[in-house]
């Protein structure tokens, strides 16, 4: 079965350190990956995604993340934090032949002064 | 272009009772997916609708069921409510299906008592 492991259930950094947010997915393939951002209250926002190509992708908000099949992960990060990027972050993937998605369990950023 | 909006924003109901829940998709979408966020399970797919049809559908009982309308909006109606189900309920909306940038809605809040 699909699934989608976040390790780090929350990650503390200072305002403009540097970031990097880990996921790992077990499946066949390689399945559509996403990272997504979630603010208290709010839904989700996409920040990147990646199918197939290039393995660094960029996205919104400055974040980028590397898709490395040999360690079936895909890392989030950010060169320099700011105090609007504290939120909680989910990393998942779509099971593109069931149409199904699945999240990992987030990790919650907390962002010091 | 307005977002993904989801009526009611909360609701509290008693066990045993049933709900549904509304969501409007961005105009032009054609893709609606309910998602099931709790602190125990976190995100779980429910189900994707597409062109009024059910095309893809998790791991939860048949009390759970939705539809979506010709206008792409999209209901979701939990029956026998139980203690459990409490959950935010979330919505997104794509184009074609969730490979497409999925759009999220802010959710419903569900309380069972």
């Known amino acids: 079965a699909q699934s989608v492991t976040q390790p780090d259930i929350h990650i503390t950094v200072s305002e403009g350190a540097s970031l990097e947010l880990r996921c790992n997915y077990s499946?066949?393939?390689?399945?559509?990956l996403f990272w997504y951002v979630q603010s208290p209250g709010q839904g989700l926002q996409l920040l990147l995604k990646?199918?197939?190509?290039?393995?660094l992708v960029q996205g919104i908000k400055g974040f980028e993340a590397e898709f490395k099949r040999s360690q079936s992960s895909f890392n989030l990060r950010k060169p320099s934090v700011h105090w609007s990027d504290a939120a909680e972050y989910f990393c998942a993937a779509l099971n593109t032949n069931a149409g199904k998605s699945t999240f990992g369990d987030g990790t919650t950023l907390t962002v010091k002064p | 272009k307005a977002g993904v909006t989801q009526t009611p924003r909360y609701l509290i109901k008693t066990r045993g009772q049933q709900v549904t829940l509304s969501c409007s998709p961005i105009s032009g979408h054609r893709s609606v997916s309910w998602y099931q966020q709790t602190p125990g399970q976190g995100l779980q797919f429910l189900f994707e609708?597409?062109?009024?049809?059910?095309?893809n559908k998790g791991n939860f009982p048949g009390r759970f069921s939705g539809r979506q309308f010709s206008n792409s909006r999209s209901e979701m109606n939990v029956s026998t409510l139980e203690l459990g189900d409490s959950a935010l309920y979330l919505c997104a909306s794509s184009l074609q299906g969730p490979s497409d940038t999925q759009y999220f809605g802010p959710g419903t809040r569900l309380t069972v008592l």
């Open positions: 990646y199918f197939s190509g290039d393995t």
């Open positions: 499946y066949g393939a390689t399945p559509y």
């Open positions: 609708y597409f062109s009024e049809t059910q095309r």
